[in-house]
Nanobody, 128 residues
Framework: VQVAESGGGLVQAGGSLRLSCAGS????????IGWFRQAPGKEREGVSS????????HYSDSVLGRFTISSEYAKNTVYLQMDSLKTEDTAVYYC??????????????????????WGQGTLVTVSS
């Protein structure tokens, strides 16, 4: 099971970026997929998650209404559309394949996730 992120870059505040998470070695609905980020000097933070099998999505309060997670099953890829970016969104963004745990509800909280695999990350820098 492997995932690889792409799409990061430098953008001005208020701008947009779309991150991609390409999965290999598994089908997209074998796992839930999550995005988390780590800003310099800060703890890792769950950003969003998606259950590809039933389409449910979750967002942290800090990105709700600005970020949109989606999937393209044919390409085995999950996207994170980031709009109205703020300087505080600057971080390395990671995607992860999350184990499905019977009886446990998927959330946007990193501490609730069981990470099967994650990528090297992609840097997003938002300038003022």
């Amino acid at each position: 099971v492997q995932v690889a992120e792409s799409g990061g870059g430098l953008v001005q505040a208020g701008g947009s970026l779309r991150l991609s998470c390409a999965g290999s070695g598994f089908r997209l609905d074998d796992y839930n997929i999550g995005w988390f980020r780590q800003a310099p000097g800060k703890e890792r933070e769950g950003v969003s998650s998606i259950s590809v099998s039933d389409g449910t999505t979750h967002y942290s309060d800090s990105v709700l209404g600005r970020f949109t997670i989606s999937s393209e099953y044919a390409k085995n890829t999950v996207y994170l559309q980031m709009d109205s970016l703020k300087t505080e969104d600057t971080a390395v963004y990671y995607c992860a394949a999350l184990d499905k745990i019977p009886g446990r509800r998927l959330t946007e909280r990193l501490e609730d996730w069981y990470l099967e695999a994650w990528g090297q990350g992609t840097l997003v820098t938002v300038s003022s």
